[in-house]
């Protein structure tokens, strides 16, 4: 069992940043990769950007350049989003998974989400 705890989100205007927290604990030998997720109202949840064990990071089309993923150097078990230049389209609900590798599929482990809210 994986256990995900996201942290870090809140109301920004447009043009700010914020980061987001993805602590990992339990059978975290078992996780390839964290992806964060992203659900708007009435939309769906889509993938935001991807970090494997091995380091390698993937972005969506619409945050590349803007966000950036990272693990903690001291505790790797701990997945950072940094989120720059925030546009009011950032708004959603933002979930973190351990997503399999090399072919990213969303697990069954996610956390609880955190909401982003950006002003315009």
């Known amino acids: 069992q994986v256990q995900l705890v996201e942290s870090g989100g809140g109301l920004a205007q447009a043009g700010g940043s914020l980061r987001l927290s993805c602590a990992a604990s339990?059978?975290?030998?078992?996780?390839?990769?964290i992806g964060w997720y992203r659900q708007a109202p009435g939309k769906e949840r889509e993938l935001v950007a991807t970090?494997?064990?091995?380091?390698?990071?993937?972005y969506a089309n619409s945050v590349r350049g803007r966000f950036t993923i990272s693990r903690d150097n001291a505790n790797k078990n701990t997945v950072y989003l940094q989120m720059n230049t925030l546009k009011p389209g950032d708004t959603a609900v933002y979930y973190c998974?351990?997503?399999?590798?090399?072919?990213?599929?969303?697990?069954?482990?996610w956390g609880q989400g955190t909401q982003v809210t950006v002003s315009s």
């Open positions: 339990g059978s975290t030998f078992s996780i390839n990769g």
């Open positions: 970090i494997s064990s091995g380091g390698n990071t993937y």
């Open positions: 998974n351990a997503v399999t590798y090399p072919v990213v599929r969303a697990s069954g482990y």
